[in-house]
């Protein structure tokens, strides 16, 4: 079967520009997982939908980062705008249900000059 | 808020020793236990997982780990690692009722040498 796919794979803007990352998740897959991973630590979580609706964004910094999972199918995350301290690594992840194995993409290398 | 443990930042062994990474986390609740590992140039895959039942549970490529509810623990093992094995492993909780919110430890940087 396919896996997770996203789009760019790598992208490199200045401060206070904007960037969008979009994933594609496994068919049929439900649940939906934007995380971001900064190099040296763990995937931490910024997003969570379970079909269309958001299951947890308690860890999304609502003031530049949105997020939209549009049909229950692919998802985009936004930043607007975008600071140096956003340089990282945003992984896309799927699941059939809540609190079960997710499946990554290969994630969007981001930095930001 | 719940927190994922994982003491050992970098391990470095020859071919044929044996591995333990040390996984512990702070939710008092119910939870899923996961390992994954990403292998150089891959994507995040999964390494082996616990619900419930046995504490013992083995994975893929010879790996197992050992969920211990009373120290919060969830140590990998594998008794005599290959060079294959050089990769990240990511230590990741899912609290189970609730937020079913996952948390993953800073990850552990091991190096196998042939």
């Known amino acids: 079967e396919a896996g997770v796919a996203q789009s760019p794979r790598y992208k490199i803007i200045e401060k206070r520009q904007s960037v969008a990352f979009w994933c594609n998740p496994i068919?049929?897959?439900?649940?939906l997982y934007w995380y971001q991973q900064i190099l040296g630590q763990g995937p931490k979580l910024l997003i969570q939908?379970?079909?269309?609706?958001?299951?947890?964004d308690s860890q999304l910094p609502k003031d530049r980062f949105s997020a939209e999972r549009l049909k229950g199918v692919d998802s985009t995350l936004k930043i607007q705008p975008a600071k140096l301290e956003d340089s990282a690594v945003y992984l896309c992840?799927?699941?059939?249900?809540?609190?079960?194995?997710?499946?990554f993409g290969p994630g969007t290398r981001l930095t930001v000059l | 808020a719940q927190s994922v443990s994982q003491h050992n930042h970098h391990v470095i062994l020859s071919e044929a020793a044996s591995l333990e990474l040390g996984c512990n986390y702070s939710?008092?609740?119910?939870?899923?236990l996961f390992w994954y590992v990403q292998y150089p140039g891959q994507h995040l895959q999964l390494l082996l997982k616990?619900?419930?039942?046995?504490?013992l549970v083995k994975g893929i490529k010879g790996f197992e780990a050992e969920f211990i509810k009373s120290k919060f623990s969830f140590n990998l093992r594998k008794p005599s690692v290959q060079w294959s094995d050089t990769a990240e492993y990511f230590c990741?909780?899912?609290?189970?009722?609730?937020?079913?919110?996952?948390?993953f430890g800073r990850g552990t940087s091991l190096i196998v040498h042939p």
């Open positions: 992840a799927s699941g059939t249900g809540l609190a079960d194995t997710q499946y």
């Open positions: 939908f379970q079909n269309n609706g958001v299951v947890d």
């Open positions: 068919s049929g897959h439900a649940t």
């Open positions: 616990y619900f419930s039942g046995d504490p």
């Open positions: 939710y008092g609740g119910t939870v899923n």
């Open positions: 990741a909780v899912f609290s189970r009722g609730g937020s079913y919110i996952p948390t």
